[in-house]
């Protein structure tokens, strides 16, 4: 990582006037800032503002800094950011979280935690997403979690979404259930095709038609959550379901699935089972039944992503850890 000595020397100013330059750049003449601009933008020269590291005091803690996209303000995928910190103190690791907004700089951002000289980031999102990796994070120890990236060299630790589907549609069909109902997540959201391909590969490992499995995708945005009443509706006969199981692309969906299947009569789960995904924080065990759903393992993904900087880890590959089912009253 470029130092103020190296702006200085690129910049042929002095050390003090690169420091203007970043802290009072109103003092300087604006050519000189320019050049001082140009050199550190060259070196992708960030601040140090961490004091223990200007003063060459290595003796404590390293750090983990943690680049986290929406997963620090939102209850869904908040367990990811307390394990990576249970996991570092657990090794005498500090970690620093600074939240990435949608509507961020991200290099602004990426500065901010990279001022305070982490020895390796977690790049980590709310819900699998594929990402862009910010240019000043690619010559840094980093992993991602609950994320991807089409480019290479980066390790990631994501949940299995696809087997974790598979594995709930083999316990449903072990347990006779033949007719089911699937309102997948928007295509475009990663993991509803992922989801969708485990629950497929089930059913094709019975043996059982393709054409008899019911499967809708939600148009994207959250005001689509309402369509599921309609999609239930057209599977009714005279009040009666055509569908002994309803699988659902989330909680969410389940949650408006309870309400539109409860308010026509029918029982869950003695005339329609349901199942969810994802597990939300404080919610499966609210519904009345009680939601089956599947765990999205984010303790264990945050634990991973730590564990990789910690231990220093060489593989650069995506890792999928495992979405074990949660069976409840509603099957």
Not at 65 to 90: M, N, Y
Not at 127 to 143: A, M, S, T
Not at 175 to 180: A, E, W
Not at 199 to 221: C, F
Request: glycine share 6%; hydrophobic share 40%.
């Amino acid at each position: 990582m470029a130092s103020l000595k190296d702006v200085a020397k690129l910049a042929g100013v002095s050390l003090m006037t690169v420091s203007r330059a970043i802290n009072t750049p109103a003092k300087l003449s604006p050519e000189t800032y320019d050049k001082v601009r140009q050199a550190i933008d060259a070196l992708n020269y960030v601040p140090d503002l961490s004091a223990r590291r200007i003063r060459g005091d290595k003796a404590g803690p390293a750090t983990l800094g943690v680049l986290a996209l929406d997963t620090a303000t939102t209850p869904f995928s908040v367990d990811i950011i307390l394990s990576i910190e249970k996991t570092a103190r657990e090794r005498g690791w500090n970690s620093l979280v600074v939240n990435l907004f949608d509507d961020d700089s991200a290099g602004q951002t990426v500065d901010l935690l990279l001022a305070h000289r982490p020895a390796g980031v977690i790049f980590t999102t709310m819900g699998l997403r594929e990402v862009r990796i910010p240019p000043k994070l690619r010559d840094q120890p980093l992993v991602l979690a609950n994320c991807f990236t089409r480019e290479p060299a980066v390790a990631s630790y994501v949940p299995d979404d696809e087997q974790g589907q598979c594995d709930a549609m083999r316990y449903l069909l072990a347990r006779g259930y033949r007719r089911p109902l699937c309102i997948h997540l928007p295509e475009s959201i990663p993991a509803a095709p992922l989801r969708r391909a485990g629950l497929e590969r089930a059913w094709r490992q019975a043996g059982l038609p393709r054409e008899q499995l019911l499967q809708y995708h939600l148009a994207l945005g959250d005001q689509h959550y309402l369509d599921v009443p309609s999609i239930i509706e057209r599977h009714l006969h005279h009040g009666r379901p055509g569908f002994d199981v309803l699988v659902c692309g989330n909680d969410r969906v389940a949650f408006v699935a309870y309400q539109a299947l409860l308010a026509r009569g029918l029982r869950i789960p003695q005339d329609v089972a349901v199942l969810g995904y994802d597990n939300m924080v404080g919610i499966g065990e609210l519904f009345l039944p009680a939601l089956s759903t599947v765990q999205l393992p984010h303790n264990e993904i945050g634990r991973q992503a730590a564990l990789h900087l910690i231990d220093r880890r060489e593989h650069l590959q995506r890792v999928n850890i495992g979405c074990p089912l949660l069976a409840r009253a509603s099957l």
